[in-house]
């Protein structure tokens, strides 16, 4: 069964940081594009960072760039979101992806694990 399970989230305070996971089973994600998006209440879904399948290339976007750090270890099949200096903007699902495409565009992923809430709150 293909499968991404992501994994982390949590309630934490302004200014703390938290370590997203995300885990592949039944496929091995050394071949896809992977990607972090984020989706908050009465919100589009939106592209937080990405990267590409060798690792050489990352994005992130405007919104986190200097505080979220993407990274992936093909040897253990997963890919990690690192956050910084998180604020209560940064309260959302977050959702791993994988997809052929180092894109922004959301249809173009083919795997989606089920998200993990991330809650910035005093």
């Known amino acids: 069964q293909v499968q991404l399970v992501e994994s982390g989230g949590g309630l934490v305070q302004p200014g703390a940081s938290l370590r997203l996971s995300c885990a592949a089973s039944?496929?091995?994600?050394?071949?896809?594009?992977i990607g972090w998006f984020r989706q908050a209440p009465g919100k589009e879904r939106e592209v937080v960072s990405r990267?590409?399948?060798?690792?050489?290339?990352?994005y992130n976007a405007d919104s986190v760039k200097g505080r979220f750090t993407i990274s992936r270890d093909n040897t253990k099949n997963a890919v990690y979101l690192q956050m910084n200096s998180l604020s209560p903007e940064d309260t959302a699902v977050y959702y791993c992806?994988?997809?052929?495409?180092?894109?922004?565009?959301?249809?173009?992923?083919?795997?989606w694990g089920q998200g993990t809430q991330v809650t910035v709150s005093s």
């Open positions: 039944g496929f091995t994600l050394d071949r896809y594009v």
């Open positions: 990267i590409s399948i060798s690792g050489a290339s990352t």
């Open positions: 992806a994988a997809g052929p495409y180092y894109s922004d565009y959301v249809a173009l992923y083919d795997y």
